[in-house]
Nanobody, 123 residues
Framework: AVQLAESGGGSVQPGGSLRLSCTLS????????MGWFRQRPGRVREGVAA???????NYGDSVQGRFAISKDTAKNTLYLQMYNLKPEDSDMYYC?????????????????WGQGTQVTVSS
């Protein structure tokens, strides 16, 4: 199975920016879909952003226009650039791969995810 390692989380004030990174272990084939979701204990998983191997991207409604997903295939790394962060963006962010097309900011049929990186937005 693909192994994913997130980094880049931290604490920031409202209106600030952060960039998350996710490095994939070497794989023989690139995942169909890669993306980010956020989740905290007791809450449902919320899709943030996802992109498929053809470059189609999809964002969750709450982050549309503020977050940008990108990937560097040569480095096996996925990024999430977050701008204009709000307190409600505070959460654990997970990188994930899936076998189906992205929808509502989430890869379809998620099959792997990392340990997560914490993002805290507060003044």
């Amino acid at each position: 199975a693909v192994q994913l390692a997130e980094s880049g989380g931290g604490s920031v004030q409202p209106g600030g920016s952060l960039r998350l990174s996710c490095t994939l272990s070497e794989t023989t084939s690139s995942p169909y879909c890669m993306g980010w979701f956020r989740q905290r204990p007791g809450r449902v998983r919320e899709g943030v952003a996802a992109t498929d191997r053809y470059g189609v991207t999809n964002y969750g409604d709450s982050v549309q226009g503020r977050f940008a997903i990108s990937k560097d295939t040569a480095k096996n790394t996925l990024y999430l650039q977050m701008y204009n962060l709000k307190p409600e963006d505070s959460d654990m962010y997970y990188c994930a791969t899936g076998t189906l097309a992205p929808y509502e900011g989430l890869c379809g049929q998620i099959d792997s995810w990392g340990q997560g990186t914490q993002v805290t937005v507060s003044s």
